[in-house]
């Protein structure tokens, strides 16, 4: 079944150091998205980052990158230099591609970040 | 820019009855879901409609009931309200293979 796991529900991180996020998948589809969305206080959800399955180079946008290891099922968040602003509960999702037709979104639990000054 | 409305901000409602949940969206997308969002269970998956009349059960739909008459619009329906049903509702739609856009969610107490 489809599954996504974050098994950190919370972590800390200093102003301008680098973090990692981590997430799971589980999915016997050969065809899937991944996503990682933000959730500040305001309650807000805010696309970050999109891995297509056969997307061969990880995603990139500004200062948010996704690891992605399709051997391990993991597409970790990697957010560098920090800024207060980031602080929020994080949220890795996937969508899985029935043939265009039907398209399964699912989310993990999400993980609050802190990042202290 | 994608604009998805849930028509009510808070809602209170009292146990036993009938609550609907609305969802617009303007651009035209394929796919809606409805979500609940609660403490530490992140996002739960109620139902998902990939188009006009379809849809599909996700993984909490038990107490949840759906309707899409128009391809625009995706009414979530609580038959019997009770207390566990208490919670953020969230919308959200997309095309097929891109990422969702959430509307601004739904905090129903049931009393």
């Known amino acids: 079944a489809q599954k996504i796991t974050q098994t950190q529900p919370g972590m800390f991180v200093q102003e301008k150091e680098a973090v990692t996020l981590d997430c799971t998948y589980d999915?016997?589809?050969?065809?899937?998205?991944l996503f990682w969305y933000k959730q500040p206080s305001s309650g807000e959800m805010i696309f970050l980052i999109y891995?297509?399955?056969?997307?061969?180079q990880n995603a990139t946008e500004g200062r948010y990158s996704l690891n992605f290891q399709k051997a391990r099922k993991s597409a970790n968040l990697v957010i560098s230099a920090s800024q207060l602003g980031d602080s929020a509960m994080y949220f890795c999702a996937m969508r899985e591609d029935y043939g265009g037709a039907t398209n399964k979104l699912i989310f993990g639990t999400g993980t609050l970040l802190a990042v202290q000054p | 820019d994608v604009k998805v409305t849930q028509s009510s901000r808070y809602l209170v409602k009292r146990t036993g009855e009938k609550v609907f949940l609305e969802c617009v969206q303007d651009m035209d997308h394929e796919n809606m879901f409805w979500y609940r969002q609660d403490p530490g269970l992140g996002l739960r998956l109620i139902y998902f409609?990939?188009?006009?009349?379809?849809?599909e059960k996700g993984d909490i739909p038990e107490g949840y009931s759906v309707s899409r008459e128009k391809k625009e619009r995706f009414s979530l329906i609580l038959e019997s309200a009770s207390t566990n049903q208490t919670s953020m509702y969230l919308c959200?739609?997309?095309?097929?293979?891109?990422?969702?856009?959430f509307g601004q969610g739904t905090r129903l107490t049931v009393v």
């Open positions: 959200a739609s997309s095309l097929a293979v891109t990422e969702a856009f």
């Open positions: 891995q297509g399955s056969y997307d061969e």
């Open positions: 999915t016997s589809d050969q065809s899937y998205g």
């Open positions: 409609s990939y188009d006009v009349k379809m849809k």
